[in-house]
């Protein structure tokens, strides 16, 4: 994205110009705090960020800023912090239309007996399109800016997230089995790459490879994923060891549990984003360490399921990456990165019996800048840091709950909530003001939410 013209004075954001033209604006954000997230720590106070054709042009004090910026269209946040936007580093984001559909099941019952035939039943590339557009809503509204979805027809997904202005990583999925999306696995890898092949330049989308889990994949498959990574430098997206079951049937048909297979499978390296990864051994841990694999950590999804409790301390510990993902809506239900930072610093309190494990600030930070990383794109997204991608969220810290306000970053992860969002920006580009979307895409949506409610309803009972 570049060629914006700068604003040329005025207060108006010019909303109507957005919405045609699609491009960024020069702006500057004038915000009480800052918080960039690198470097950790910091908590920048009456600060302006300058945002340039899309860009973080840079981060000033708000005294000076003024003389610097004057011809940009400015925002006054006077309540506010100004963070980077989050990153939701593992959903399905199409499950949205299945929210609420079967809750209160274990793992394996909910989607054997749950999930999957209402999938078999409804998937399409309009259920996909429009499923995705339904999460893309409620993820702005709740400050997420990029996520990294694994679903079938990931062109669809691309589609809607691209229409909503979000940033995303799009998983190339591979099961073996049949679906409405592909016949095969081979025919799964066929059409993630093409897609990849299609969209290698868009600026908002990246691509990773993404088979499952050990459990719905062969070795064969596996292999070709490991191959495929290294030639194309993909990260790799898999569920990995999330409940006890998927261990036991893996020590049955394989004869060792799930890591120990994709290590032999050549799958362990810095790209390998390992969902879940509740239940580790220490050595696991070290292995994950050593081959500077990311874990995504998904609180919510794994209380709701009674999958276990990550041992997220001990990896934090151990140097591996954690970052912070909802699940699909179905198994959350919410798309709720707030609430997915709060349960994960809260967890592994409780987990590690020690109140100093994972800080407001290592949560803050596991939900920004270590999603991107996991991700590939920490060089883009992740931090507000001059050269990055303007991926910015506004939280209003006003009104009886959140005060008084001793530390900003500690108000953030423990007492606000998704609904103190004021303003998104996605590349530059205003998506949300005062909490008011700002997408043509989003709008009008909710009579199409009502026509799926009905259609995946009435089948379900039939
Ligand atoms: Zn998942």
């Given amino acids: 994205m570049s060629g914006a013209e700068p604003a040329r004075g005025g207060r108006d954001p010019g909303h109507a110009e957005i919405a045609r033209t699609g491009l960024p604006q020069s702006c500057l954000i004038r915000a009480r705090w800052v918080v960039p997230v690198e470097p950790a720590g910091a908590v920048l106070e009456h600060h302006a960020v300058a945002v340039r054709d899309g860009m973080i042009e840079a981060i000033v004090p708000d005294q000076q800023a003024a003389a610097r910026f004057a011809a940009y269209e400015s925002f006054d946040l006077p309540g506010h912090v100004l963070i980077p936007g989050l990153v939701n580093a593992h959903t399905h984001a199409a499950v949205a239309l299945l929210r609420g559909l079967a809750d209160d099941l274990p793992l394996m019952c909910w989607l054997e007996e749950h999930v999957w035939p209402a999938e078999a039943r409804h998937l399409s590339r309009e259920f996909v399109r429009d499923g995705t557009l339904l999460a893309c809503a409620e993820m702005l509204r709740g400050g997420v800016t990029c996520f990294n979805d694994m679903y079938f027809f990931p062109d669809a997904a691309l589609e809607a997230a691209l229409a909503a202005g979000l940033r995303s990583a799009q998983g190339m999925i591979v099961v073996e089995h049949a679906s409405a999306y592909a016949p095969d696995a081979a025919d799964y890898l066929r059409r993630g790459l093409e897609l990849r092949d299609r969209f290698r330049d868009e600026p908002l989308a990246s691509f990773c490879l993404a088979p499952h889990a050990p459990y719905t994949v062969s070795d064969e498959t596996l292999k070709k994923v490991s191959t495929l990574a290294a030639e194309l430098d993909l990260p790799v997206h898999i569920h990995l060891q999330e409940t006890q079951e998927e261990i036991r049937r893996s020590l049955a048909e394989h004869g060792m549990r799930p890591l120990e297979r994709l290590r032999r499978l050549g799958l362990l390296g810095p790209g390998l984003i390992a969902v879940h990864a509740v239940h580790l051994e220490g050595q696991e841990i070290q292995l994950l360490a050593q081959h500077g694999c990311s874990v995504v950590h998904c609180p919510s999804s794994n209380l709701k399921l009674a999958s276990g409790f990550a041992p997220v301390a001990a990896l934090l510990a151990a140097g591996v990456n954690v970052a912070l993902g909802t699940d699909g809506a179905a ?132």
């Fill in 331 to 462: 198994s959350n239900n919410r798309l709720d990165m707030f609430q997915e930072m709060r349960s994960a610093a809260l967890l592994a309190k409780a987990v590690a019996q020690d109140p100093q494990a994972m800080p407001a600030q290592a949560a803050l930070r596991a939900a920004t800048l270590s999603g991107a990383r996991a991700l590939g794109i920490e060089r883009v997204a992740g931090s507000i840091e001059a050269g990055k991608s303007a991926d910015l969220v506004a939280v209003e810290l006003r009104g009886p709950e959140l005060a008084p306000c001793y530390d900003v970053v500690s108000q953030l992860v423990y007492a606000a909530g998704r609904e103190h969002v004021s303003h998104v920006w996605v590349g530059g580009r205003l998506l949300m003001r005062e909490r008011i979307l700002d997408v043509p895409a989003l709008t009008g949506l909710d009579t199409r939410w009502q026509l799926w409610q009905n259609v995946v309803k009435k089948r379900a009972d039939s």
